[in-house]
């Protein structure tokens, strides 16, 4: 879901996955990290009607995801890194 920076409260178990468009940050919770850890996820916005998702509320926008899976050599160099920032960090 997308909330105004400040809106939503990070807890100790959600996992920083990255920034987008230079200083916004995509948290997953810790449980959704397990389920998708081996997994390449984009996401994307387009402009349409979507179910219930926070950014079609005020912008008449919907977000589409494509998945797949991580190689082996790809969960390796995942290894290596280790698991993203939590909240608590």
Partial sequence: ??????????????LLLGV??????VWIGATQFE???????VLDA??????GMSLEASEA???IGQVRVFDDAEVA???????PPHGSD
Avoid: K
Avoid at 35 to 41: E, G, K
Avoid at 77 to 83: K, M, N, S, T
């Fill in 35 to 41: 389920y998708w850890r081996y997994s390449q996820m």
């Fill in 46 to 51: 387009a402009p349409g009607r979507a179910a």
């Fill in 61 to 63: 926008m919907r977000f």
């Fill in 20 to 25: 987008v468009a230079g200083d916004t940050p």
């Fill in 77 to 83: 160099a995942l290894a290596l890194i280790g698991d």
């Fill in 1 to 14: 879901m997308c909330f105004l920076r400040g809106e939503f409260r990070i807890g100790a178990g959600d």
